[in-house]
């Protein structure tokens, strides 16, 4: 059983969507910030769950204007990672599904918002999880066990409330974001030996 979401559609608001239509297993999504469209990519997940397990097939334009709908397995989907082509435009998505009530899903809505305002900075200037949990271990703990949490450069700073957030006070310049970045990165290969990915795409130069 799949729902089509144009690719338009912020993802917040699906959840009304959700509960009016007793569709279950798709909360995790309503709360990441964007759209549907932009879940493919990245292959944006949490609690979880991440888009690779409820995508069935999508509805693009592929580089040559031409409207396709191509199964989810021939995205080759990764942890936060794709092979959706560059020049490919998402138009909508098909999205399994499994009928749940109003009250069971409302309910995985409400606990996911109240998770990330517990857990993670809020009302600030951040792009989200900076960096990817390399595997067998969680990017955070790393980043706190190194001492890494409290490094700051300019304006930019790790959050206290979550240290894998990167957050800008305002000030922060976007050397002072990859500054930072770096700096983290080798603060942690130097105590822990991991590298640490960046989950966030850099465009433009420092
Ligand atoms: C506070 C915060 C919390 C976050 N939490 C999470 C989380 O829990 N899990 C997670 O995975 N991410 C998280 N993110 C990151 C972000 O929300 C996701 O990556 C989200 O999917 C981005 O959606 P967007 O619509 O803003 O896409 P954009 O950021 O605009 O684009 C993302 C990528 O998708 C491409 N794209 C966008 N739309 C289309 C389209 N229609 N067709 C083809 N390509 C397209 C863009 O070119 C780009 O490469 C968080 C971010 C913030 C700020």
Request: proline letters at 3%; glycine letters at 10%; a neutral charge.
């Amino acid at each position: 059983d799949c729902l089509y979401v144009g690719a338009g559609m912020q993802n917040n608001a699906l959840g009304k969507i959700l509960v009016e239509n007793e569709l279950g297993g798709l909360e995790f999504i309503c709360s990441i910030p964007g759209c549907v469209g932009g879940l493919l990519r990245t292959n944006a997940g949490c609690f979880g769950a991440d888009t690779a397990a409820v995508l069935q097939k999508a509805r693009v334009m592929d580089g040559n204007g031409k409207i396709i709908e191509v199964p989810a397995a021939e995205f080759a989907f990764g942890y936060r990672s794709s092979a959706f082509p560059s020049d490919w435009i998402v138009l909508g998505v098909y999205l399994k599904y499994q009928k749940a009530s109003k009250e069971q899903i409302e309910a995985v809505i409400r606990q996911n918002a109240e998770y990330r305002k517990t857990h993670q900075p809020q009302n600030v200037r951040t792009a989200g999880s900076t960096f990817k949990n390399p595997e067998g271990y969680k990017a955070w703990q790393l980043i706190k066990e190194s001492g890494a949490d409290v490094l700051q450069i300019g304006g930019a700073r790790m959050s206290p409330h979550h240290c894998n957030f990167l957050v800008n006070d305002g000030t922060a310049t976007a050397k002072d974001i990859e500054d930072l970045m770096e700096a983290v990165t080798k603060t942690v290969k130097a105590h822990s030996g991991v590298d640490l990915v960046s989950e966030i795409k850099i465009v433009g130069n420092r």
